[in-house]
């Protein structure tokens, strides 16, 4: 069953790419110049005013980002807690293209994108949509299939569909992504890893000052056994999110009021049922005011009224009553300084009060980034922070607190070669028990454009885990190479 997911995405993936539609009018091989950003900095002593859209070192991603793929914040690369593969590079970019989007090209749009431009996908036109199909294939090795301190070594493949849709109007934006990945393992089926992400974001411009944004995501993923929320087993994490905000611009004041929904349930492998008593929703409500300074670091501060419910009164053997109210206070910078340095940071402090008077609260500060870097036109440096407060039923603990950065970069050495390195860290401490968790994870890549649709792709990923708890610790080694077809 947890295969069908997967499947239909592939499904969906190869029906694309046989349907008899219109092929894109416009070739988005190319990215944006200089002049249809509005950016005329010089890099590396190149006027980019003068650069032609075909020059490799100037990918834009208008055409192929896609806002319902923005990676906002971080999650320290290996998916903090959960098994989930790393972002694609892109999905940085479009998350501080997003922050600074006016309605027109942002400057970040013209930087080096992380992905070979001989075959950047074209697309297929269906309407007045712009469909991105993908699907990557690899195999190779690891020497820890389970991710645990006893796991052993085996081959494995990896089947990973991508499919994105754009709207192409001339007012608002709709955006859609459908991703998966599925990781298995011939030697030790127990261990295949399913992953998945649905997700849309629209954009509704009601006038030159108004403008309403809706987000809405599903992902499943799976618990890293080693955690201390595993129950032993094959744990799956189902998240529901969705929201819808309203930002005015006042002035010298924008004001965004927004509410949002994030639904967590965890499931057992074996039949289904529920495995803890983790299922809670959390409900906020939002507002942010941010300074029109027109500067190239304008503040902002905004506040959040938080309610988590959960599905069980007694959550656990001591029926503690985990049901809590709080509140979280961030204040921040957005920082613009064209394509060179963009994006966004943030810290502050976050509370949430439990009902049960046996349970401290869960507080501690709040800290997020989403940064990108470009210190020359085929390089892109990106970099980001997040914070998580996660739900438990362990005896005596009030929840978790997960602190994620993440530091990638890409560079074209031509426009079928590119090459990537990247790291990430995460730490969870547990409020009420004793417990700490460290995650770090590396990767190094390569992308080789075969030809206008195919790439070859190698990459090793490395994976260290410790643990407070005893038997917690394990390292995992994994080189994997492949093939990516694309339209």
Known sequence: MRRLPLIFVSLLMISSGLTNAQDLGADLRGGLSADDSGNSDDQDGVDEAATDASDPGVFALRGSSNDATAEDGSTGLSGAGRVSPARPFADRLAAVSRLQSTGGPS???????????FDQAEGIRL??????PEVTITGGWTDNT?????GSSGKQY??????????GWSRHQLDLALRGSYISYPDASDDDDPNLTASAALRLDLNSRTTVNGTASYTYSREDASSAESSGDSDDIHQLSAGLGVTRDAGLLAVTLRGALDRNVYTADDDGSTSSGRDNSLYSANLRLDANTGASLSPFVEGSLLVRRYDRSCSDSICEKRNANGYQLRGGVNIASGPKLSGEIGAGWRIEDLDDARLDSLSGMVVDASLVWSPSRLTT????????????DIDGASGSIIYSGDLRVAHEFSDRIVGEAGAGYNYRTYQGASIEEQTFTGLVGMTFALTQNIALRTEYNYQKFTSSSEGGDYDQNTIQAGVRFRH
């Open 381 to 392: 440096v990106t970099g980001g922070l997040g914070t998580s407060f996660e739900a438990t």
């Open 158 to 167: 990896t089947i990973a569909p991508n499919i994105t849709a754009s709207s």
């Open 107 to 117: 400057p970040i749009d013209s930087v080096f994108g992380g992905d070979t431009s």
């Open 127 to 132: 309407g007045t949509f712009t469909i991105l």
């Open 146 to 150: 389970s991710q645990t301190a006893s």
